[in-house]
Structure formats: structure tokens, C-alpha cells
């Protein structure tokens, strides 16, 4: 293993001709790594590169960047109706993964998402269900597993891929369809999820492939209207769909650090915490009728089970063990395990932020040697 810095960047290319080389170069990363029967025309690509507006919404294409040179590819859409963006494709060329390279691309991806100001409730990726026409680090299973760890959840329903060529509409290829929201997903509403289908088929695929179609325009949109009544039907009547996941969400979202609770919060919670605890083991102590006695070292181990889950809660369960150790001992020392003090709101000492960066950003990643 060596380590690497390397500064990545995402790169938002147009029709320009200071774009044309990275173009060239995304779309022969794209071409070499993604399967045909899954890749969308260069061509079609290159004619919705210079006229990426539709009525419905807009095309993003992106080229990723490592140390100035194109090792990615990735295109998406944005659907303001829905308020949906639809991740259609997002490659990086085969010597360039790295154990951190697809979660690098979905960050700077996700960052030049955030900073385009879209209003936006779920982002969709839709994938092949298994590895059939792609390798074990391509295919959909291990994207989907990718997708977990960066806040996407799996859609708990059986999903069909639209197809790219107006040919073969009785055949049904069977994928995966992702979902991120705003907020971890767990559950979905069914409107919500028809809504989200509707947008990927009659916002997404629609508007690119009416404009190569030509008169099969109408039979493929009758295409996209059947697939949009089976999915409602196999929802049948449920009123939430289930999504699995995500268990953790590795992206950056903000860096703001979320203020903790007050201390004149926290105190009182421990008063009413401790209060009900002495309430609850007096009524047992009368109900029972324990004499004096023995109530009495009941009372004082109770104390210490409450203060050992104050100790381990507020993040000092080992200054607290000591502390007790030195107290039984009969004298003070300094103890091993005390924490730093958290700087005051006002000190003037911030904490560090983590940075975001759409472009040039410094990150450290573990490459495996070729």
C-alpha cells in the first residue's frame, strides 16, 4: 500500500471549446468502463452537452478530476416540477479506483449539486439488480452497496429499467432503484414514490429520447406509460413502501457542527432523572417493607448506578471511576484519563470545520500499487 495525496476536482463541461478536450476524454472513460447494453450514444451525449435545456428541466454532465487529469465521468438530471434530480450515469476509469475514489466522485458530486441552489426532495439512481452486465466493483450489487454508505436507500419494490432503444418493448430488465432524500429514508409514501417514477420516466427519459425518436416518439411514450401502470400496480394498496436503509450517511452535508444541549438543560434532566429513580425505589422500599436497614445500602447503590449512567452519558465515565477509586482510597491524584475542557461558546477558540470543495480538494487516499 502507498499513500497518495492527490487533489480532485469536479468539472461541470459544456459545448465550449475550452471543454471539448475533457469532453472527449470523460466520454472515452464512459465508453471503455460501462457496459453497451447500459450505455447511452456518445453521440446523443455530445448533441444534449450543447442544448441541455428542456421544457421538463435540465442535463448536467461532469468530468472528475484528479490532479488536473479526467479519471470520470457522471451525468444527471434536474426536474424542478418533481423537485427531482435523476443520477444517470457516474464512471471512474478502471486504474483510477481507489479504495476512496467513488466516495471522493459522489461528494464533489453531491457539493456541485448543493452549490447549483436547486430546490430538491429525493435524488434517484436507477441500477441493474446483480452483475450481469457489469464486473463485481461495476455492477449493481456492489453499487448498491456503495450507495448505502453515502445516504442512498434501496427501494423495497420489484423496479423495471426503461429501455434506451425504441425496439423490444415487451421485454422487462429487472434493476434497482435508489433513492436519498433530505433526510435518512426508512419509509416512503406511495404517492411519493409514483410521483418519483413518473418524474424519472416522463421528465428524464422522456425529453432526451424525443429528440432522436422521431416518429416512434408517441410509441415510445405509450412504452414509458405501461411501465408507470405496472410499477403503481405492483405497489398494489400499500400506503408506505418500505426502503432499507441507510444504515450511516458518509457524505458531508454541512459543515456546521449542531450546538449541544445546555448545561442548565442537562442538569435539570439529571434532577428530574434522579427524582423519579428515588420516587420509584421509595414506593418499592414501602411496599415491600424493607426495613431501614436494608434500605438504607439499597438507597446509596441505586445513587451509584445513577451516577455511573450520568458518567457514561456525559462522556467522563473513567474520570468518574477514578475519581471514586481515589475517594475510597482516602486521597487525590491526578487522573489518567481526564478529558480536555470543551472551549466556551464565546472563547474566541473555534473548532475545526471540515471543507468542502467542489474544486482542488486536498484529500489523502489509500491506492492499491498496479
Not at 256 to 284: D, N, P
Not at 307 to 321: H, K, Y
Request: charged share 20%; glycine share 8%; aromatic share 10%.
Amino acid at each position: 500500500m502507498r499513500r497518495v495525496n492527490a487533489s480532485f476536482e469536479l468539472r461541470l463541461l459544456g459545448s465550449t471549446p475550452a471543454d471539448r478536450a475533457d469532453v472527449d476524454k470523460a466520454l472515452a472513460i464512459f465508453i471503455k468502463n460501462t457496459s453497451a447494453l447500459l450505455r447511452t450514444k456518445t453521440n446523443q451525449i455530445r448533441q444534449k452537452i450543447a442544448n441541455p435545456i428542456t421544457a421538463e428541466g435540465i442535463f448536467y454532465f461532469a468530468a472528475l478530476c484528479r490532479s488536473k487529469t479526467v479519471i470520470g465521468f457522471a451525468m444527471f438530471g434536474y426536474y424542478p416540477h418533481s423537485k427531482l434530480v435523476v443520477v444517470d450515469h457516474m464512471v471512474i476509469d478502471n486504474e483510477q479506483r481507489g479504495a476512496a475514489a467513488f466516495f471522493i466522485f459522489v461528494q464533489l458530486l453531491h457539493d456541485t449539486i448543493q452549490s447549483l441552489g436547486l430546490e430538491i426532495d429525493f435524488t434517484a439512481v436507477e441500477l441493474e439488480d446483480g452483475n450481469e452486465y457489469g464486473s463485481e466493483q461495476t455492477g449493481g450489487n456492489e453499487l448498491v452497496r456503495l450507495l448505502g454508505q453515502v445516504g442512498f436507500g434501496k427501494v423495497h419494490a420489484e423496479y423495471f429499467l426503461p429501455n434506451i432503444e425504441a425496439v423490444n418493448y415487451e421485454a422487462r430488465y429487472a434493476g434497482v432503484l435508489m433513492l436519498r432524500g433530505s433526510q435518512k429514508l426508512y419509509r416512503i409514501r406511495r404517492e411519493d414514490l409514483l410521483q418519483i417514477s413518473r418524474g424519472i420516466l416522463f421528465e428524464h427519459y422522456l425529453p432526451w429520447y424525443r429528440d432522436f425518436l422521431g416518429k416512434q416518439t408517441v410509441a415510445y411514450q405509450n412504452y414509458l406509460e405501461e411501465l408507470h401502470q405496472e410499477f403503481a400496480t405492483r405497489l398494489g394498496n400499500q400506503s408506505t413502501i418500505k426502503i432499507n436503509g441507510p444504515e450511516v450517511d458518509s457524505l458531508i452535508v454541512s459543515p456546521a457542527i449542531l450546538a449541544s444541549r445546555s448545561f442548565e438543560f442537562r442538569v435539570g434532566q439529571y434532577i428530574v432523572m434522579f427524582a423519579a429513580v428515588v420516587a420509584i425505589a421509595g414506593a418499592a422500599i414501602c411496599a415491600l417493607k424493607i426495613s431501614p436497614s436494608s434500605a438504607i445500602p439499597m438507597l446509596i447503590a441505586l445513587v451509584a448506578v445513577f451516577g455511573g449512567i450520568v458518567a457514561i452519558s456525559s462522556g467522563r465515565a473513567f474520570e468518574v471511576f477514578e475519581a471514586t477509586i481515589q475517594l475510597l482510597r482516602g486521597g487525590k491524584q491526578k487522573l489518567r484519563y481526564q478529558q480536555p475542557e470543551v472551549p466556551a461558546k464565546n472563547s474566541g477558540t473555534a473548532r475545526p470545520r471540515l471543507q468542502n470543495k467542489q474544486k482542488n480538494s486536498e484529500i489523502a487516499t489509500r491506492d492499491k500499487l498496479d
